[in-house]
């Protein structure tokens, strides 16, 4: 199967939110002086980001937005234009920086921040949010397909390990969409016993992976699965709390969550989309699909700025992925072949995907992004 794919741009480095002009031109100075890559974003940092980059240099309306969304980090610097103020000093310590410097008086301060390169951590996990660009789009499926590739991939490197499966990456698949089918169902689990998210209570905004892991339903020994629940009432689905516990627990556990986000983008959508590490948007190659794609990115886009889109066939008036995606303005991770006999494979029992299968093949091609690249961002000119 040929997939066409354009990878997200890549490589540690400073990560600058700043709006004064002056001191934006003084920290690319900088970065030139000290051979360091430099990315110039906007206030919507997404979690790869900030994670990653070696140094981050924020000003007051930045680290005050980054501090209501993001965790604290270390090698945070807040920088202004001229001596720090009340202001600046009350952002910095929302955000947890461990600098305010004022330019120009503190550039050889900020020189040697350049310089120093960051130890970066390889313990936490991924998060992967999975969202439909219009009605009908397959995320359900792909989000399915991503955490069974992960798994299988994980027990493939298990093996190699000497049979270590604690040697093996834990992946989570967590149903965000209350109206969906229901991911258990997907998988042909929903008859195996374990929680979902009714049954799940959050105290103190924790969840503990090893338990959790136990008490969830399993495909295979590597995939777990957190689905809503089904009953005569309202559909039940997580609450933004639980959903934020879940999600991290994951994460820290050194796993990877693939999160089916609805296209609502409810408060619990939207806090999944937060603490992604990509975002990925599922579309038909179709120009209806690619309308109503545009608006979902708009959206998508305020809440992270690091996602691709994964474009599915057929392609009934011809329309080419690469050109759909360069009218979105959005990388274009994998282009698939629809998936086929899917709906006969649903009704019989679940996802059945072979390596070769279409939808495996572009699930490979978005966890490359996830694993390869740690680093995605907007790189200044």
Same mark, same amino acid.
């Given at each position: 199967?040929?997939?066409?794919?354009?990878?997200? *741009?890549?490589?540690?480095?400073?990560?600058?939110?700043?709006?004064?002009?002056?001191?934006?031109?003084?920290?690319?100075?900088?970065?030139?002086?000290?051979?360091?890559?430099?990315?110039?974003?906007?206030?919507?940092?997404?979690?790869?980001?900030?994670?990653?980059?070696?140094?981050?240099?924020?000003?007051?309306?930045?680290?005050?937005?980054?501090?209501?969304?993001?965790?604290?980090?270390?090698?945070?610097?807040?920088?202004?234009?001229?001596?720090?103020?009340?202001?600046?000093?009350?952002?910095?310590?929302?955000?947890?920086?461990?600098?305010?410097?004022?330019? *120009?008086?503190?550039?050889?301060?900020?020189?040697?921040?350049?310089?120093?390169?960051?130890?970066?951590?390889?313990?936490?996990?991924?998060?992967?949010?999975?969202?439909?660009?219009?009605?009908?789009?397959?995320? +359900?499926?792909?989000?399915?397909?991503?955490?069974?590739?992960?798994?299988?991939?994980?027990?493939?490197?298990?093996?190699?390990?000497?049979?270590?499966?604690?040697?093996?990456?834990?992946?989570?698949?967590?149903?965000?969409? =209350?109206?969906?089918?229901?991911?258990?169902?997907?998988?042909?689990?929903?008859?195996?016993?374990?929680?979902?998210? =009714?049954?799940?209570?959050?105290?103190?905004?924790?969840?503990?992976?090893?338990?959790?892991?136990?008490?969830?339903? +399993?495909?295979?020994?590597?995939?777990?699965?957190?689905?809503?629940?089904?009953?005569?009432?309202?559909?039940?689905?997580?609450?933004?709390?639980?959903? $934020?516990?879940?999600?991290?627990?994951?994460?820290?556990?050194?796993?990877?969550?693939?999160?089916?986000?609805?296209?609502?983008?409810?408060?619990?959508?939207?806090?999944?989309?937060?603490?992604?590490?990509?975002?990925?948007?599922?579309?038909?190659?179709?120009?209806?699909?690619?309308?109503?794609?545009?608006?979902?990115?708009?959206?998508?886009?305020?809440?992270?700025?690091?996602?691709?889109?994964?474009?599915?066939?057929?392609?009934?008036?011809?329309?080419?992925?690469?050109?759909?995606?360069?009218?979105?303005?959005?990388?274009?991770?994998?282009?698939?072949?629809?998936?086929? $006999?899917?709906?006969?494979?649903?009704?019989?029992?679940?996802?059945?995907?072979?390596?070769?299968?279409?939808?495996?093949?572009?699930?490979?091609?978005?966890?490359?992004?996830?694993?390869?690249?740690?680093?995605?961002?907007?790189?200044?000119?």
């Amino acid at each position: 199967m040929n997939i066409d794919r354009i990878d997200l *741009p890549g490589g540690l480095g400073v990560l600058g939110v700043v709006q004064a002009k002056a001191v934006v031109e003084c920290l690319r100075s900088i970065a030139a002086a000290t051979d360091q890559t430099f990315v110039e974003a906007s206030t919507s940092v997404g979690r790869m980001d900030w994670a990653s980059a070696d140094l981050v240099v924020l000003d007051a309306d930045a680290a005050r937005e980054c501090a209501a969304r993001l965790p604290r980090r270390d090698r945070v610097v807040l920088v202004c234009d001229g001596v720090p103020a009340l202001a600046d000093w009350q952002a910095a310590t929302a955000v947890g920086a461990e600098r305010v410097l004022g330019v *120009p008086d503190d550039e050889p301060t900020l020189v040697a921040a350049f310089s120093e390169r960051r130890t970066r951590s390889t313990t936490d996990g991924a998060v992967v949010a999975v969202v439909g660009g219009c009605g009908g789009a397959g995320a +359900s499926s792909l989000a399915a397909a991503i955490a069974l590739e992960s798994a299988r991939g994980s027990a493939l490197a298990s093996a190699r390990a000497a049979g270590d499966e604690s040697r093996a990456r834990w992946t989570l698949l967590v149903d965000a969409d =209350p109206l969906g089918g229901g991911l258990d169902v997907l998988l042909g689990i929903e008859g195996k016993q374990g929680l979902r998210w =009714p049954g799940l209570a959050v105290e103190g905004g924790r969840v503990f992976a090893d338990a959790l892991r136990a008490a969830l339903p +399993s495909h295979g020994k590597g995939l777990s699965v957190l689905a809503c629940g089904r009953g005569d009432g309202e559909p039940d689905g997580p609450a933004p709390a639980a959903a $934020k516990a879940v999600v991290e627990s994951g994460r820290s556990a050194g796993g990877l969550v693939v999160c089916d986000v609805p296209r609502d983008l409810s408060t619990v959508g939207e806090s999944l989309l937060d603490g992604a590490d990509l975002v990925v948007v599922v579309l038909p190659a179709t120009v209806r699909g690619g309308l109503a794609a545009e608006r979902v990115l708009a959206r998508v886009s305020e809440r992270n700025p690091n996602l691709g889109i994964v474009i599915r066939g057929p392609a009934p008036g011809g329309l080419r992925s690469g050109d759909l995606a360069e009218s979105l303005r959005t990388p274009l991770l994998a282009s698939m072949r629809p998936e086929p $006999k899917i709906d006969r494979m649903l009704e019989r029992g679940g996802l059945d995907l072979g390596r070769r299968s279409p939808l495996s093949v572009g699930a490979r091609a978005v966890l490359d992004v996830v694993t390869a690249q740690p680093h995605r961002g907007r790189r200044s000119a």
